[in-house]
């Protein structure tokens, strides 16, 4: 039954050219090892030299060790040499210049048209940078009442409304004024118009 045809799905075999016998791997050549005398085969990569760290050459197992053992990159180098060479080491071995130098100017395709520099953004001195304006916010009327209520102009911040509320409070409590209670009623509007910051998020 050797010789019987594969059976198929279909009625006759479709295939359109059969299966040809598949060729046999060549054999490998072994690669012979670099030292010379040497009959090993070379299975084994190892640099050629410090000079030629981009160069290999194929040793045998005991000749690499013996290439590996002694392997020492800096050789006939002093103190000063090795530690020039790792300073290098850090930026590749290619030249640097201090920061600023030697850098391109950005070219502008528009020319060198002025513009307006709102916020300061390329300004050189920070002294020499316009004011930022506050963004403007909407308030309710019972939020610029609380506002007036503790002396406050309506753009004013969170740090500034919480100092405020706190110097008031020291201020118009009884302890502050000997225990008189005189300021009682000041302190209870100070505390219901800090409420109702605090209630519609701006605290």
């Known amino acids: 039954m050797s010789g019987a045809k594969p059976k198929t799905r ?5 295939r359109i050219k059969p ?3 598949r060729a046999k791997p060549a054999e490998t050549k072994l690669r012979p090892c670099a030292k010379a005398g040497c009959e090993g085969e070379g299975g ?3 640099t050629r030299s410090r000079d030629r760290l981009g160069e290999y050459m194929w040793l045998c197992l005991e000749h690499a060790r013996e290439h590996n053992e002694s392997w020492d990159f800096f050789r006939g180098m002093d ?3 090795i530690e020039s060479f790792r300073n290098d080491a850090a930026t590749g071995h290619r030249p640097t210049w201090p920061l600023g130098k030697r850098t391109a ?3 502008n395709p528009f020319g060198n048209a002025e513009f307006t520099d709102t916020y300061g953004t390329f300004a050189k001195d920070a002294d020499s940078a316009p004011e930022v304006r506050r963004h403007e916010r909407t ?3 019972l939020q610029m009442q609380a506002l007036d209520t503790l002396h406050l102009p309506h753009t004013a911040t969170l ?3 919480k100092a405020r509320y706190k110097e008031l409070v020291k201020r118009f409590h009884p302890d502050a004024n000997g225990g008189d ?3 009682e009623e000041r302190l209870k509007q100070v505390i219901k118009a800090y409420g109702v910051l605090r209630a519609s998020g701006l605290t």
């Open 105 to 107: 100017r950005m070219q």
């Open 10 to 14: 279909y009625k006759a075999d479709i």
């Open 79 to 81: 103190e000063g040499q």
């Open 181 to 183: 209670r005189g300021a």
């Open 19 to 21: 299966d040809e016998p």
């Open 159 to 161: 740090i500034e409304i």
């Open 139 to 141: 308030l309710t009327r």
């Open 44 to 46: 084994y990569k190892v």
